[in-house]
């Protein structure tokens, strides 16, 4: 098969667009304006030095802040104090976010912020699911309750800088659990999210200081434009749907050239949204992008593209998953955490079953792939640095996808996926989540994108069939029931 030309590559990429340009807006910016971090450490240092610079605005999304990130609260406060025109809003999830109550915990450790600088400089708003109301909340444990929905999205927003990652903001996360880190210079864009986040909001609890015990109070502002979610969870969804939906739509995008043109010079960002639990009708744009992006793979013209998949816990949809094997690639990649990789790996209580489950999971899948008739070209990798709470251990939590076209394997991806999303059954129906979709003909922003899928292979090996033979490998009975419990409930891994 002769070797793609730049100019059909080209034409490949304009179909990729002319797709995604129907399902979200777009932004386009030059590859210059894209950093990609390799570690934790990297990704904290970075974020701390943009906080000290801070000048206007500062919004963090994310599941939690661990309760004794003192340092990072520090360095916020420092920003405060040197900035009087600083505002600085959090939204977390209330679940997550208050577990530990009366305990310390992310909203205990939060709070002074908001006694110090006041409400009008400090908002910390933390995000309730409307899936976990009534008996099913109050009969659900604290540790396992969020498998019903959390506040999933990784957003840092740093004036006109934002950190797209799928980390959230705590030590481990900082210095040996491995993620992506995507750091975007771009007013329009760090902009658009500002709205997502402040939307978002806007439908969350806010968290005041307060005599008790706890040290704060949550409580729902007459200035929500609805009803809580668990006062009234259909009421919630229509005004959240009211407030949200219009943001979703193409007609998002700055202005742009009439027609859009996909010149191969280009770099364009495409925003995912998938907020399920708050949409009625849901029109929500990072599954549907990926659909679509996978049904162009499986065509002919893009017969030879080579891609990567990768997710730290191990659960795709059935869906992606058939996806994934119509494509035809010359070569593909699925990255997994292997179990001694997996933060829940020796958790106790029920936790502590994932790591099994997600290995069932992982076996179950080079199945499919054996029955596809993929194994010469579709491999299965686990990640694996030390082992988890030991000396040297690392988890793993990256989650992404990576396309090469044709005939461009020495140069890299021309289009890459990244963000919180893990790709299963709970991002698509329980959990909010936020990233983007990266298409560019640039060669330089290709390379970093390569390098960057070969740094997350570097303690990752092939497994085949036989290691799940193994009798360390091998999943019980009552990790396969507690899984089916979970489903029955309505929760899902």
């Known amino acids: 098969m002769a070797a793609p030309t730049p100019q059909s590559n080209s034409s490949l990429l304009g179909a990729i667009t002319t797709e995604l340009d129907k399902i979200s807006p777009r932004f386009e910016i030059q590859q210059s304006q894209i950093e990609i971090l390799k570690s934790p450490t990297e990704f904290y240092e970075t974020l701390k030095a943009k906080i000290r610079k801070a000048r206007r605005r500062i919004y963090l999304s994310t599941l939690y802040i ?32 208050t577990r530990e109550t009366p305990l310390p915990s992310c909203a205990s450790l939060l709070v002074p912020l908001v006694a110090e600088f006041g409400p009008k400089r400090v908002e910390i708003r933390m995000f309730h699911t409307p899936n976990l109301t009534g008996v099913r909340k109050k009969v659900i444990p604290r540790r396992i309750n969020e498998g019903w929905g959390l506040q999933h999205m990784k957003l840092y927003g740093v004036d006109e800088e934002l950190i797209i990652s799928g980390a959230n903001l705590s030590d481990d996360y900082f210095t040996n659990r491995q993620d992506r880190y995507h750091v975007f210079s771009s007013a329009e864009i760090t902009s658009y999210f500002s709205k997502i986040h402040s939307t978002v909001c806007s439908l969350s609890y806010l968290i005041e200081p307060s005599s008790d015990p706890a040290g704060y109070t949550m409580a729902w502002p007459t200035t929500n434009p609805s009803p809580s979610p668990l006062e009234n ?127 069932l999971l992982a076996r179950r899948f080079l199945d499919y792939v054996r029955h596809s008739g993929q194994s010469e070209r579709i491999e299965l990798k686990e990640w694996k640095r030390g082992i988890v709470n030991e000396a040297g251990g690392w988890t793993y939590h990256a989650k992404g996808i990576w396309v090469t076209l044709p005939g461009e394997e020495a140069v890299g991806p021309s289009v890459s996926i990244v963000g919180s999303s893990n790709y299963t059954k709970r991002s698509y129906e329980l959990d909010i989540e936020a990233g983007v979709a990266i298409v560019t003909g640039e060669e330089g922003l290709k390379r970093k994108l390569r390098a960057e899928e070969g740094w997350l292979q570097e303690y990752a090996k092939t497994v085949g069939r036989e290691e799940f033979e193994k009798p360390e490998r091998r999943v019980g009975v009552t990790v396969r029931l507690a899984m089916w419990v979970v489903r029955v409930l309505g929760g899902a891994l």
């Open 233 to 359: 969870p259909r009421a919630f969804k229509s005004a959240a749907t009211t407030a949200l939906s219009p943001l979703l739509t193409p007609s998002n995008s700055p202005s742009l050239p009439s027609p859009p043109t996909s010149s191969p010079s280009k770099t364009l960002i495409y925003p995912l949204l998938q907020l399920t639990p708050l949409l009625h009708p849901d029109t929500s744009t990072e599954q549907p992008a990926i659909h679509t992006l996978l049904r162009l793979l499986s065509t002919p013209a893009f017969a030879h593209s080579r891609w990567t998949f990768t997710a730290g816990y191990f659960n795709m949809t059935p869906a992606l998953r058939r996806l994934l094997l119509a494509t035809r690639p010359a070569h593909a990649t699925v990255l997994a955490a292997h179990p001694h990789a997996n933060g829940f790996y020796n958790s106790p209580g029920v936790s502590g079953m994932l790591p099994a489950a997600y290995t």
């Open 66 to 97: 661990g309760k004794t990130e003192h340092e990072l609260i520090s360095t916020i406060r420092e920003a405060l104090l040197k900035n009087p025109n600083l505002q600085v809003s959090f939204l977390t999830d209330a679940l997550r976010g």
